[in-house]
């Protein structure tokens, strides 16, 4: 009797998607959580997150939102209630003025990007971003469809794009260009003459710009304040989308709220996507966002000062080991290393050569997990957060100064 042949090849996969590597963040911090529960001692300097509990009155509006029974769908694009506070929280803290029907909320801020370059790009349009960058931009971008255009930003500039810079990527096909402030990884802030620059570009060449704020409230020079570029003026405020959510500033990374502020043919569109592919954001979680925004902010503020603490900390140690490199930061959570100068260096039997060696040595040797930064558009750097606690700062740049001056 002839046994039937089982076909074991799959179809092709999509090309888009194969091509997409997984974020290089999430690998190490899954890598640094796996050695920890092998009983390793590892201080990780990977996740952008804050070590926060999300506030009390918070965690509270969730149970309450349980215990109240609200736990079915909403609409799409948000609660009408929620999608409110974020037009309140627009015009008490950026001075801009928009309609509920201009806000989408999503799961998360990541998901809000996401949609927006599903709305706005066709295939081969092309997305001009200043790196270094968070590296998930550029994949959503070509999972969209579209090509990421990278201009290599100045530590001189402050990781800020010059307008001969922003000219010479600018082609027929450009549809957008992606603004971070406070940036992730170098936790530089655009000042008012950079935002300036950026607009005059953007109204001049009429295409969007896509203003990741995420870091808006984790600043720390007391000489800079985050403006939002929609502020400018009305052409650049039609051209512009916010976005935002309330992980970073109140530690409420788990619970995937975001939002967008665009233009309403543009909200409308990212609304419908979102019907089709996530039906709405989660019902107890924006409950949990609405006692975020309209409860007291002081919560913000305490941890706002906290991270600016460690900030400094961090900065100072980093001054004093050799080889390395960096600027202060002025917002966010990240200290972004250029270690180019320990290229040649050799560490027992290995010599390091870019920015992935010194990670993968540190790690195996001294149990610091660290990310390098090709991923982000700058190979030789690393970025290390500072979301976590003092005495694990404390302990991972110890063990981070010892490594350098064992270098031969």
Same mark, same amino acid.
């Given at each position: 009797?002839?046994?039937?042949?089982?076909?074991?090849?799959?179809?092709?996969?999509?090309?888009?998607?194969?091509?997409?590597?997984?974020?290089?963040?999430? /690998?190490?911090?899954?890598?640094?959580?796996?050695?920890?529960?092998?009983?390793?001692?590892?201080?990780?300097?990977?996740?952008?997150?804050?070590?926060?509990?999300?506030?009390?009155?918070?965690?509270?509006?969730?149970?309450?939102?349980?215990?109240?029974?609200?736990?079915?769908?909403?609409?799409?694009?948000?609660?009408?209630?929620?999608?409110?506070?974020?037009?309140?929280?627009?015009?008490?803290?950026?001075?801009?003025?928009?309609?509920?029907?201009?806000?989408?909320?999503?799961?998360?801020?990541?998901?809000?990007?996401?949609?927006?370059?599903?709305?706005?790009?066709?295939?081969?349009?092309?997305?001009?971003?200043?790196?270094?960058?968070?590296?998930?931009?550029?994949?959503?971008?070509?999972?969209?469809?579209?090509?990421?255009?990278?201009?290599?930003?100045?530590?001189?500039?402050?990781?800020?794009?010059?307008?001969?810079?922003?000219?010479?990527?600018?082609?027929?096909?450009?549809?957008?260009?992606?603004?971070?402030?406070?940036?992730?990884?170098?936790?530089?802030?655009?000042?008012?003459?950079?935002?300036?620059?950026? /607009?005059?570009?953007?109204?001049?060449?009429?295409?969007?710009?896509?203003?990741?704020?995420?870091? #808006?409230?984790?600043?720390?020079?007391?000489?800079?304040?985050?403006?939002?570029?929609?502020?400018?003026?009305?052409?650049?405020?039609?051209? /512009?989308?916010?976005?935002?959510?309330?992980?970073?500033?109140?530690?409420?990374?788990?619970?995937?709220?975001?939002?967008?502020?665009?233009?309403?043919?543009?909200?409308?569109?990212?609304?419908?996507?979102?019907?089709?592919?996530?039906?709405?954001?989660?019902?107890?979680?924006?409950?949990?966002?609405?006692?975020?925004?309209?409860?007291?902010?002081?919560?913000?503020?305490?941890?706002?000062?906290?991270?600016?603490?460690?900030?400094?900390?961090?900065?100072?140690?980093?001054?004093?080991?050799?080889?390395?490199?960096?600027?202060?930061?002025?917002?966010?959570?990240?200290?972004?290393?250029?270690?180019?100068?320990?290229?040649?260096?050799?560490?027992?039997?290995?010599?390091?050569?870019?920015?992935?060696?010194?990670?993968?040595?540190?790690?195996?040797?001294?149990?610091?997990?660290?990310?390098?930064?090709?991923?982000?558009?700058?190979?030789?750097?690393?970025?290390?957060?500072?979301?976590?606690?003092?005495?694990?700062?404390? #302990?991972?740049?110890?063990?981070?100064?010892?490594?350098?001056?064992?270098?031969?």
């Amino acid at each position: 009797m002839k046994t039937m042949e089982v076909k074991t090849e799959m179809k092709e996969l999509s090309l888009k998607a194969v091509g997409i590597r997984p974020s290089s963040t999430v /690998a190490i911090t899954a890598k640094a959580a796996e050695l920890k529960s092998e009983g390793k001692d590892v201080v990780s300097f990977s996740a952008g997150e804050p070590d926060f509990d999300t506030p009390e009155h918070i965690r509270q509006a969730g149970i309450d939102a349980i215990n109240n029974g609200d736990t079915r769908y909403t609409a799409a694009a948000g609660t009408t209630e929620l999608k409110k506070a974020v037009c309140k929280k627009m015009l008490d803290d950026n001075g801009l003025v928009y309609a509920p029907n201009q806000i989408v909320i999503s799961n998360g801020a990541k998901h809000s990007l996401a949609n927006t370059f599903w709305a706005m790009l066709n295939d081969g349009d092309e997305v001009i971003i200043p790196a270094p960058y968070w590296l998930s931009y550029s994949a959503m971008v070509e999972i969209a469809g579209g090509k990421p255009v990278l201009i290599y930003t100045k530590k001189e500039n402050n990781f800020m794009p010059t307008k001969e810079e922003l000219e010479s990527a600018y082609t027929e096909k450009t549809k957008a260009f992606v603004l971070t402030s406070p940036s992730n990884p170098t936790g530089a802030i655009a000042s008012f003459e950079d935002l300036k620059i950026i /607009a005059d570009f953007a109204v001049e060449k009429d295409i969007f710009v896509i203003a990741d704020e995420i870091y #808006e409230k984790l600043i720390y020079n007391p000489n800079k304040k985050h403006i939002s570029i929609a502020s400018l003026s009305k052409e650049i405020f039609d051209r /512009a989308i916010i976005i935002n959510g309330v992980s970073k500033s109140y530690a409420m990374t788990g619970w995937r709220i975001g939002y967008t502020a665009a233009p309403e043919a543009i909200a409308k569109v990212m609304s419908s996507i979102q019907s089709h592919t996530a039906s709405n954001p989660n019902s107890i979680a924006q409950k949990a966002a609405l006692a975020a925004l309209l409860g007291p902010q002081d919560c913000v503020e305490e941890m706002r000062v906290e991270f600016g603490k460690r900030c400094d900390y961090i900065f100072e140690r980093e001054e004093k080991i050799p080889y390395i490199s960096a600027i202060k930061p002025e917002g966010a959570f990240y200290l972004f290393v250029d270690v180019s100068g320990t290229y040649g260096k050799k560490y027992k039997d290995k010599t390091i050569t870019s920015a992935a060696d010194f990670a993968s040595i540190v790690l195996e040797h001294k149990m610091v997990a660290l990310v390098p930064c090709a991923d982000f558009g700058m190979s030789e750097c690393i970025r290390l957060s500072y979301a976590c606690s003092m005495e694990n700062i404390k #302990e991972g740049m110890d063990r981070i100064e010892a490594f350098v001056n064992e270098l031969a």
